[in-house]
């Protein structure tokens, strides 16, 4: 049997997540040993086609609906990788403005060349097999995945809070330091990487699907922190979640 | 000689970002010449309307994960501008290092794996794995020790975690400086066979004389994140007059945004550094310079990848300089700053504007921020180092068209491939990148 042919793939993004995986240095070769890579336009010249495709990025004009409708027929297993093509990220918070306005306000007189819709996930366009989350992606994660996907068994992005891995790591609550930090509600899987490196976190992982909420309020009320701030805190990554809680609403669950 | 000739490369590759590159010759007459950007725009200056001046570092170093530590570096250098305050001089020095790591990080990935497959004839680095095995993992390690000593120092290159305005929430102790000196000291003997490599390469010909306009001081140090903006053309400007330099204008035919200084179009990047500052490189950065027969002023615009090569061996030796210096002093812990200071007012902010002018690896990079007495960004605008080469590159390759009439349309799109990329161009950077193509003309 040949090696799974993987293509990877990017769509409004900062390329850092493939870069991530650049990064990896020499093992990169073991993963380059592992899986037969035949679309990876950065580093690559050739195109061809493939098992798995690895996508980059978040949808953000009506050519890339397109793009990742065709990928998605080609592709037998898809992968979105990075905050950008898993929630939308930092892409999102262009839905926080209105789009003319917004397009004028970089683009001026040339704004009409710029056709931009709604930023959405990948998922929010095309079903997605395996999600590996992350500002940028955690390599250990993203390895894990892989061989997930390369055997053809699930990958489940952690589903409790960065609070979790934060403890084990021994750090200091960033709350009782009188910050605010999105550990509480953001999925885990980074082993706290910002707080380790002493910042807070930003929720870049997406909110874990059942917060507990009367905690979280617990916490809000006992440090005095409004609720707005977190809210505008949360829409620096997660604004795009707006668009699966509309299609919750209508029963069509993602 | 009535040739014609019709180029459309799209998806260019092992580019950072997304461009097409479009030629067409009737009758031996060069009718267009075009690098078009197909990225799709993400408006970032749009969107850090209303976050607080002390989130834009995060914000913005997502433009770019390749330059990711110089957009960092350039935007607290914004932010900080515009609130008043001054870093002290070991979070400079600090951060001077950083930058050093980006920049050997970046500049080992565009000649090895974007540029060497170019001059070795394969449609990548994956083939040269099989070739050029030894070759590829030098290229590999070097990479991976840059990227280990911004772990250590920062938390990651990719979106570096503890580097913010007023300084570092994470100072590295004494044997965190043994172990990053560990790995520069270790990649010493990679370098110098980098440079042995390079003197083997043959870059294509094309000459042609250009302004180029980079960081410039009154110090003996080559200047990565402070100084005037200067030109081979004898300008100097303070960085908060940057926009006399851009001075970004809309040619009637395409709604292209271009940039020129003093004539058409002007160069920034490793070359134009080069250019600027040679005398002030590193000895051993000179020495490679000597090695590969690189002197100023150089006009062929392939030779950026050879600059970047002797910037490579100052970037090393001047990170390992520095280390020394704070192995020697030591490093205050006590500066170490909390992140969050906004939001118990411990750093105070007033209404203002700001800039940030840093040298990153494709060239000055300038962000400016006006920010209102709460420390909200009220407007903002960033000027990367691509979007200002973009015109200088279709004067380039309006002369290299007529230049290679003689060839195959393979060797011309080559050419025209490899001439783009010898920019180096980070396309994802494309904050605001005013180049699209009109349907009808």
Redesign the interface.
């Known amino acids: 049997m040949g090696k799974p042919r993987v293509a990877f793939f990017?769509?409004?993004?900062?390329?850092?997540?493939?870069?991530?995986v650049?990064?990896?240095?020499?093992d990169?070769?073991a993963v380059?040993g592992a899986i037969d890579?035949v679309e990876?336009?950065?580093?690559?010249?050739?195109k061809g086609e493939y098992d798995i495709a690895i996508i980059e990025?978040s949808i953000?004009?009506s050519?890339?609906v397109e793009r990742i409708k065709k990928i998605r027929q080609k592709a037998k297993v898809l992968m979105a990788y990075g905050s950008c093509a898993t929630i939308g990220?930092?892409?999102g918070?262009?839905n926080?403005?209105e789009l003319d306005?917004?397009?004028r306000?970089?683009?001026k007189?040339?704004a009409k060349?710029?056709e931009?819709i709604p930023t959405r996930a990948v998922h929010q366009v095309v079903p997605v097999d395996y999600f590996v989350n992350g500002?940028?992606i955690y390599i250990p994660e993203f390895v894990k995945a892989l061989k997930c996907a390369l055997i053809g068994i699930p990958y489940k992005v952690p589903d409790h809070a960065v609070c979790v891995e934060c403890k084990l790591n021994e750090n200091e609550c960033?709350y009782d330091?009188?910050?605010?930090c999105l550990g509480p509600v953001t999925k885990a899987g980074c082993n706290s990487?910002?707080v380790?490196?002493?910042?807070?976190c930003?929720g870049c992982r997406g909110m874990v699907t059942n917060p507990a909420e009367n905690g979280a309020r617990d916490i809000l009320e006992k440090y005095k922190i409004p609720m707005p701030w977190v809210e505008n805190k949360m829409n620096?990554y997660n604004k795009v979640r707006e668009h699966d809680e509309k299609e919750e609403a209508h029963g069509k669950k993602c | 000689m009535g040739r014609n000739v019709s180029v459309n490369v799209e998806y260019l590759t092992r580019v950072e970002g997304h461009g097409n590159i479009v030629v067409n010759v009737q009758n031996g007459v060069l009718e267009k010449c075009e690098l078009d950007i197909i990225e799709s725009p993400r408006f970032f200056e749009g969107m850090l309307r209303g976050r607080s001046i002390f989130e834009a570092q995060h914000i913005t170093c997502r433009i770019c994960g390749i330059c990711s530590c110089g957009h960092t570096l350039a935007s607290i250098q914004a932010a900080e501008d515009a609130i008043g305050l001054k870093p002290s001089r070991q979070t400079t020095e600090l951060r001077k290092f950083l930058l050093h790591m980006e920049t050997l990080d970046s500049h080992i990935l565009h000649i090895y794996l974007l540029v060497a497959p170019d001059l070795l004839g394969v449609k990548s680095f994956v083939p040269l794995i099989d070739t050029h095995h030894e070759v590829v993992r030098r290229a590999l390690r070097m990479k991976k020790g840059c990227n280990d000593v911004c772990d250590i120092l920062v938390g990651r290159h990719v979106h570096p975690i503890s580097s913010i305005v007023g300084g570092f929430t994470k100072l590295p102790r004494e044997k965190e400086l043994d172990a990053m000196r560990d790995i520069l000291f270790k990649m010493r003997p990679d370098m110098e066979e980098t440079v042995k490599l390079a003197a083997t390469f043959r870059f294509p010909h094309l000459e042609r004389e250009t302004e180029c306009i980079a960081l410039v001081n009154d110090t003996d140090e080559y200047p990565f994140l402070e100084g005037d903006i200067g030109s081979t053309d004898g300008k100097r400007w303070k960085k908060q007059d940057y926009r006399k330099v851009t001075n970004e204008f809309t040619v009637p035919h395409s709604s292209a945004k271009f940039c020129k200084a003093s004539r058409d179009s002007y160069r920034v990047g490793a070359l134009a550094r080069f250019n600027l500052n040679a005398e002030k490189l590193h000895p051993k950065a000179k020495a490679a310079a000597d090695a590969i027969g690189l002197k100023p002023i150089v006009t062929n615009p392939y030779l950026n990848t050879a600059a970047q090569l002797v910037e490579c061996v100052h970037c090393l030796e001047d990170a390992i300089r520095i280390l020394e210096a704070f192995k020697k002093k030591g490093v205050d812990q006590s500066e170490a700053v909390i992140v969050g200071l906004n939001e118990t007012g411990r750093i105070k902010v007033r209404a203002g504007s700001g800039v940030g002018a840093v040298e990153v690896p494709r060239g000055i990079l300038f962000h400016h921020y006006e920010v209102d007495a709460a420390g909200k960004i009220v407007n903002a605008n960033c000027v990367i180092p691509t979007g200002q080469n973009l015109n200088n590159i279709e004067y380039d390759m309006k002369k290299l068209v007529p230049e290679m009439l003689d060839k195959t349309d393979e060797e011309i799109t080559l050419g025209l491939e490899m001439l783009v990329r010898a920019y180096d161009p980070c396309i994802s950077c494309s904050a605001h990148f005013l180049n699209v193509k009109f349907i009808n003309r």
């Open positions: 990017d769509f409004a993004c900062c390329e850092g997540c493939q870069l991530q650049a990064n990896m240095g020499e990169l070769l380059l890579v990876f336009r950065e580093v690559m010249s050739e990025g953000t004009t050519r890339d990220g930092v892409n918070m262009k926080n403005f306005h917004i397009r306000y970089v683009y007189d040339a060349y710029f931009t500002c940028p960033l330091k009188g910050l605010t990487w910002c380790n490196h002493n910042n807070i930003y620096m």
